[in-house]
């Protein structure tokens, strides 16, 4: 069974910093691209920022330069550390996956950026 826990999210004022975490079980971690996710309310999931097996990561342009995703490989976690936070970033955050085929989620953390 494949399971994604995503943690880390709350409220904070604008310009201040989060990290979100990503625990998974059930997959071989260090083979898989993980990816954070943003959703608003009645709005489509976006990609946020990526990380593939080898270390390589890209970012929606609109976190680039704030937004760092990495990864512990030996922890099977996905991290995502939030700075310079503005209002518009506010939503819930899924970390992802795909395995054969499929794709897999977490249950979300919200974030709240309050201006």
């Known amino acids: 069974q494949v399971y994604l826990v995503e943690s880390g999210g709350g409220l904070v004022q604008a310009g201040g910093s989060l990290r979100l975490s990503c625990r998974t079980s059930?997959?071989?971690?260090?083979?898989?691209?993980m990816g954070w996710y943003r959703q608003h309310p009645g709005k489509q999931r976006d990609l946020v920022a990526v990380?593939?097996?080898?270390?390589?990561?890209n970012y929606t342009e609109s976190v680039k330069g704030r937004f760092t995703i990495s990864r512990d490989n030996a922890r099977s976690t996905v991290f995502l550390q939030m700075d310079s936070l503005k209002p518009e970033d506010t939503g819930d955050y899924y970390c992802?996956?795909?395995?054969?085929?499929?794709?897999?989620w977490g249950r979300g953390t919200q974030v709240t950026v309050s201006s």
């Open positions: 992802g996956t795909t395995w054969k085929s499929r794709d897999y």
């Open positions: 990380i593939s097996a080898d270390g390589t990561t």
């Open positions: 059930g997959i071989n971690f260090k083979i898989h691209r």
